[in-house]
């Protein structure tokens, strides 16, 4: 099913209306709601159809969530304010979900419907956007994991997936492999979901360069290079410079509807061309010689003999026998 027939749909009051006031996450830089908890379930926001400012001055949203197509409405009782308002979720579009998961690409394949989260991977989702993009839910869970989606949060997912293919690195032999990134950019919390390589369990390894490159590594205890597939980023699609006015006037609560729907438009712009490059005009790969960052053993811990607060051990400084964090070491000298 098309936006537009979801639209018709709306315009012929095939809804059902609810008019109950829910709780929502929002988020305030991309100006989109996330998701609202309705008679005890979540709703994941899977793509934003609609922002609209209602005659009294509310702020409504279409949006298609994992549990059908809904009306959010924001209310605010004083609108030079936002600490006394609430959340309305206005109707339900009579819309069957698996109807509106038919028209997926062809890249993400049959979606079974209807959605389940056991199969997030071979579901279809939507990005916003003005032509209404269908992708692979998984990136979709990806979005609402990080908190919105963005162009650098795509070229980690498109990074993700060569290394997937070509290594056959998933979630579950994560634990035979590291993961080493030259930025600190959203795109790495796409990496972490995709590989299962993690900063918790020290398989993922970052650093600040500015660069999107990647190294992908199967890691041999015996061996200290490590043969690696080494990922690298040559298109600048990611660039959004021209519009950071606008990103700045939307995180101050400042951005007129119009440069929102402008701002959109262009991350919507943005993440469809990085996904739908040929992997040749977007990345450059070629296998390299690594070493594995050392690891850090986080199961032995002390307390800091000066403010008390525990330390994992390799971190203790001793100072005239007296065990301390490197804050309080920095403090006594």
Known sequence: MEIKEIMLKIEQEDITVLQEEVKAQFDNRQQTPLGFVWRKKHYEVLQLLQTKKEPAGQISYLVLTDGGVFKLVLVRENEETVCRSKWVLQYRVNVELKEVFQNISREAGPAPAPPDPVFVEKLAGIIPGPENMFVPLELAAIANYHGHLCPE???????????????NLHRRNAHEFFVVAENLSSAIDALQYL?????????????????????????????????????SLINPLIDLSPYQPIAARLCAGKAAPEEVSRYHRAISQAVKDILNLPEESLFTQKVVSIRRPQPFSRHAYSRCARCGEVVAAFSIVAINDRPLCPVCAGREK
């Open 153 to 167: 949060l795509a070229v980690g997912y498109r990074a993700g997936l060569i290394a997937r293919a070509s290594l």
């Open 195 to 231: 590989t299962g390589c993690t900063f918790g369990n020290q398989s993922f390894y970052a650093y600040e360069t500015g660069k999107h490159v990647y190294y992908f590594a199967r890691y041999n205890q015996e061996q200290v290079l490590h043969e690696a597939l080494r990922i």
